[in-house]
């Protein structure tokens, strides 16, 4: 979308506004504003001309013009009816020097999750990548792994699912009736990075969200917004996610404070596998930068990294 109609939309987004008065704001011709008008129309916009000047009176349901519209977060979107991977396609755009700027597509046909497992990304689902240049030192990159799996938990939570958080990234339903290794994931996260030894580069933070899905068209274990409360508005929904992610990492000191609020894995007694071994014990905490604080048989461990598996509640008897 050119820079013209992206101003357009935030002009429209404060109400009814004059054609002159918006060309006279843009700093183009009435013929331009109305050429971007009829285009924005032909994206699936209705957009009314009055007295008062020109009203949006509706949204496309899905789209890069769409979620940009009304979007309370300075994210450019980047959309795409179909991709091999959102992830794949931040990373082209990080190495050409792109920041803030959001991949999203509608279906992605090679899709991946942490430890290169396979994700599917059917139609329905929520797809998109962020990429991004923080000014933050590597060993923090972790935070913003955090801030993303909070801000899909509470667009999930609004949209009526009791969705929670498993150590790092994965985002979880969890009932009465699922067994006691965790739940059924509702969504992942997978962040990508390059930097040097005192700076991050890029930062690409990936995020999957089963969202109007039939859970039976996914692995076993998985489960959808739309199994769990119905279809959500995708636009709205990642609006809402990206309105999250910007305010948590505008203020990273908020960022583990939101995350215990919504997890799953405190308070459990984990297994996790990390290069040097396996740790088991009950998870008590999580500290800078997303490290897994754990009480093990011979006192505590701190882990950076690893594949956690919930086994039974901290306060179950062996």
């Known amino acids: 979308m050119n820079e013209t109609r992206r ?3 935030r002009a429209f ?36 001309s009055g007295n008062d000047g020109y009203r949006v009176t509706g949204v496309p349901e899905y789209g890069a013009a769409a979620v ?7 994210f450019e979107i980047e959309f795409h009816d179909e991709i091999g991977s959102t992830n794949d396609r931040g990373r082209e755009l990080a190495a050409a020097d792109a920041s803030d700027v959001v991949v999203i597509a509608a279906e992605q046909t090679g899709s991946r999750g942490r430890l290169k497992r396979e994700w599917t990304a059917p139609e329905g689902g929520v ?13 923090h990159a972790p935070l913003y792994t955090l801030a993303a799996a909070v801000a899909v938990t509470r667009a999930a939570r609004e949209a009526g699912v009791d969705a929670s958080i498993k150590w790092p ?9 699922d067994t006691d290794r965790g739940g059924r994931k509702l969504a992942g996260i997978l962040t990508e990075m390059e930097g040097e030894a005192d700076r991050v580069s890029w ?30 508005d995708r636009r709205v929904f990642v609006q809402r996610i990206l309105e999250t992610f910007d305010e948590l990492t505008d203020d990273p000191d908020a960022i583990l404070s939101a995350w215990r609020d919504y997890a799953a894995t405190l308070g459990q007694y984990v297994r996790v596998e990390t290069q ?17 604080v754990i009480q093990t048989e011979d006192g505590e461990r701190v882990v950076h990294a690893g594949d956690c598996e919930h086994l039974r509640p901290a306060d179950a008897e062996n």
């Open 7 to 9: 101003a357009l939309l």
């Open 13 to 48: 987004d404060d109400g009814p506004i004059p054609g002159p008065e918006l060309a006279d704001r843009l700093g183009v011709s009435r013929a331009a504003i109305w050429k971007q008008v009829e285009a924005l129309r032909e994206d699936g916009f209705e957009i009314e």
């Open 68 to 74: 940009e519209f009304g979007l309370d977060a300075s």
């Open 127 to 139: 797809w998109m990548s962020l990429v991004l240049r923080p000014e933050i030192p590597p060993a």
């Open 169 to 177: 990234n994965d985002v979880l339903v969890v009932s009465d009736d």
């Open 203 to 232: 930062v690409v933070v990936g995020i999957g969200v089963n969202a109007n899905v039939d859970s039976d068209t996914l692995p076993p274990g998985a489960t959808s917004v739309r199994d769990e409360a119905g279809d959500v």
């Open 276 to 292: 040097s071994g396996v740790v088991e014990g009950e998870a008590v905490d999580v500290q800078v930068p997303g490290a897994l």
